[in-house]
């Protein structure tokens, strides 16, 4: 698909982009949360990819690919900084190229207009001849990697952890976690693809400050797909015995996604001692 943008979708991209001429750049692609822009750029629409915050875990997950850091190349990575990587576009041919926007629209752009505050300035290129489909990489196989979404005798185990915390608790829990999650895509937000940058929110510290008690909350949270990026919080609750579901290449867990790693991070929730003792 390729259409103009809407008013109110120029609006909203002219506050993103200061360059960005909103009337040229054509959309390709409708908002969705479903992926972003590491993603995209290797052809992937259906899981929310990111590699890490450093230039060289970029350089880790494009080799997969066949990829290569080069002087000029169809890849440019964007960033403030070599250790504060923000996005990733795609060359379409020429001087025209494409980006997914985080969770909003997936637009054809000339590259130097996304110069700015909110992505920063390309810090590095990829370059590769013949890139490899996710398919022909074979980390991508998900099915016996992709975690189990958990039964019904699971989901009533995690009920009645939940229901043994005081209401009070639960009710300051569910409207602080909801004015949160209506944060994630709010402002530039909307354009960020990677998934911690949602833990910079007064909201996200008052839930923090609540304690490891609402973990069992936060992982009843986790099992809805759209709250993926909730998994930064259940990462800096989580105690010793849990282990934090990290950005891993190594981890059969990435290759699913951000949306299989929330839900590895309730299998591995389900499966430790501790669901049964921690709030004992």
Request: with cysteine; net charge neutral; aromatic share 12%.
């Amino acid at each position: 698909m390729l259409r103009h943008k809407t008013p109110i979708e120029q609006k909203r991209f002219r506050s993103y982009f200061q360059h960005l001429n909103v009337n040229l750049a054509l959309v390709c692609g409708d908002p969705t949360s479903s992926y972003n822009s590491v993603s995209c750029s290797v052809g992937i629409n259906n899981m929310w990819l990111w590699p890490g915050n450093e230039l060289s875990d970029f350089d880790k997950f494009y080799a997969l690919f066949g990829y290569t850091r080069s002087h000029r190349g169809s890849l440019a990575v964007w960033g403030h900084s070599s250790s504060n990587i923000t996005h990733v576009s795609q060359q379409v041919q020429g001087h025209l190229w494409e980006s997914k926007c985080g969770a909003d629209l997936r637009i054809q752009h000339s590259l130097n207009e996304f110069s700015g505050d909110s992505f920063g300035k390309v810090i590095a290129y990829y370059q590769c001849e013949f890139p490899l489909k996710p398919e022909e990489t074979g980390l991508f196989n998900v099915s016996g990697a992709y975690p189990h979404f958990p039964d019904v005798a699971d989901m009533a185990r995690l009920r009645e952890e939940a229901a043994q915390l005081p209401k009070r608790t639960v009710a300051e829990f569910e409207k602080t976690f909801e004015n949160w999650r209506n944060n994630w895509f709010s402002g530039r937000l909307a354009i960020n693809s990677n998934p911690n940058s949602r833990a910079n929110c007064v909201e996200y510290f008052k839930l923090t400050k609540m304690g490891e008690k609402i973990l069992p909350l936060v992982v009843l949270k986790l099992t809805e797909k759209e709250n993926f990026l909730a998994l930064s919080l259940y990462n800096r609750l989580q105690n010793q015995l849990l282990p934090p579901i990290e950005h891993n290449l190594n981890d059969p867990l990435f290759f699913t996604g951000e949306q299989g790693r929330a839900l590895g991070a309730v299998n591995r929730y389900l499966n430790t001692n501790n669901f049964v003792t921690i709030h004992q």
